[in-house]
């Protein structure tokens, strides 16, 4: 059964991604919980964690966050995966992966040979920041810079590349461009418009 990698990028918005959940297992991102039940929550900050905590559908959620938090938490809270190799850049170490990439991480050590990934959008809109969550509570407004996306890229690209056995399936609008790093034999792109046949 195909596992659901759920990013915050504003694509995810035209996916019914309570329906989804019925039938697969979904990996999210930080506040992902707020509007929806999952059983893997990954929260790179302590104020994400925190909230994520504090939250009733968490309750039978697995949160997974960085070791420098995790041991300050409960048995609900996990470290976050070792990386599965070794880098000699600053975007090899593991503070500076972030929920994203972290969370497809994850998923590739559950049970299943394909990995949807959703709400991966990268770039921002005019620049600004695209995020599901923002203007709300542990996020920028909605007027800020968009994030550079570079440590992503390299960081999904990575995982792809370790993982050859396992299919990635990146769902996205038409318009999006995916970055040519994560053109490889295992990673196929499809419109997320068209994704509910799909999934």
């Known amino acids: 059964m195909p596992i659901v990698v759920v990013g915050n990028g504003e694509s995810r918005q035209v996916l019914d991604l309570h329906s989804i959940s019925q039938r697969h297992t979904i990996v999210g991102c930080n506040a992902l919980h707020r509007d929806l039940v999952v059983p893997h929550l990954v929260c790179c900050d302590q104020r994400m964690v925190d909230e994520a905590l504090a939250s009733q559908n ?37 503070w500076h992966w972030g929920s994203g990439p972290l969370a497809l991480l994850v998923a590739c050590g559950l049970e299943s040979e394909t990995i949807y990934l959703v709400g991966f959008d990268l770039q921002g809109n005019d620049n600004k920041l695209n995020n599901v969550y923002k203007d709300s509570k542990n ?33 996205n609008n038409k318009e999006w461009s995916a970055p040519k790093s994560w053109s490889q034999k295992n990673v196929v792109f499809k419109n997320i418009c068209d994704s509910e046949v799909d999934i």
């Open 58 to 94: 968490n309750q039978n959620t697995i949160i997974y966050t960085r070791p420098e938090w995790a041991k300050f938490y409960s048995k609900y809270v996990r470290q976050v995966p070792s990386l599965p190799y070794t880098g000699t850049l600053r975007q090899d170490q593991l």
């Open 139 to 171: 996020y920028l407004k909605s007027t800020a810079t968009a994030v550079d996306p570079i440590y992503w890229i390299y960081q999904i690209a990575k995982i792809f590349t370790l993982y050859p056995s396992k299919l990635f399936v990146v769902l």
